[in-house]
């Protein structure tokens, strides 16, 4: 028989074995969960930042054809302002649209070589006015206001 000490180890280290075995399978496994959690959290976040880059790229992929169609436009316009703006045209639109006649060209004018006046000056002639009182004391030029 064995003594009852010997017995007493060997029923703690069978226990002890036991036990270990019970909770290495039982960590190994909440540990395999967690990281499975944590890998899913982290390729849920990883998918979501992707669709939010996707859709900021398509959002600038429009604004750069806008932009592009927007320099076109503005190309073909000063295109056309220019053919506007060429007298040819600006006569053309005048004559068709508005109605206007090409002006004749300026005549030079030569003035007459006759004098009309003299050029020594000239002096007012002073009269007197009848007013019908009997007062002939308002010459032109003198006085000259109402009363």
Do not use: K
Not at 1 to 18: H, K, L, N, Q
Not at 57 to 71: G, H, K, P
Not at 127 to 134: A, C, H, L, Q, W
């Amino acid at each position: 028989m064995t003594s009852p000490v010997a017995e007493g180890r060997r029923s703690r280290r069978s226990a002890s074995r036991r036990v270990t075995v019970v909770a290495t399978h039982r960590r190994r496994a909440s540990s395999a969960v967690l990281f499975g959690a944590v890998l899913f959290v982290i390729l849920v976040a990883a998918a979501g930042l992707q669709i939010r880059l996707i859709s900021g790229q398509r959002q600038l992929d429009r604004l750069e054809r806008r932009i592009v169609d927007a320099q076109v436009r503005q190309y073909d316009l000063r295109q056309q302002e220019a053919l506007l703006r060429s007298p040819a045209q600006i006569a053309q639109i005048a004559a068709s649209d508005l109605g206007m006649v090409r002006a004749a060209p300026p005549v030079m004018l030569r003035p007459a070589p006759r004098v009309l006046g003299s050029s020594e000056p000239q002096t007012p002639p002073t009269t007197t006015i009848d007013v019908g009182d009997g007062s002939s004391d308002v010459a032109a030029g003198e006085g000259g206001g109402a009363r």
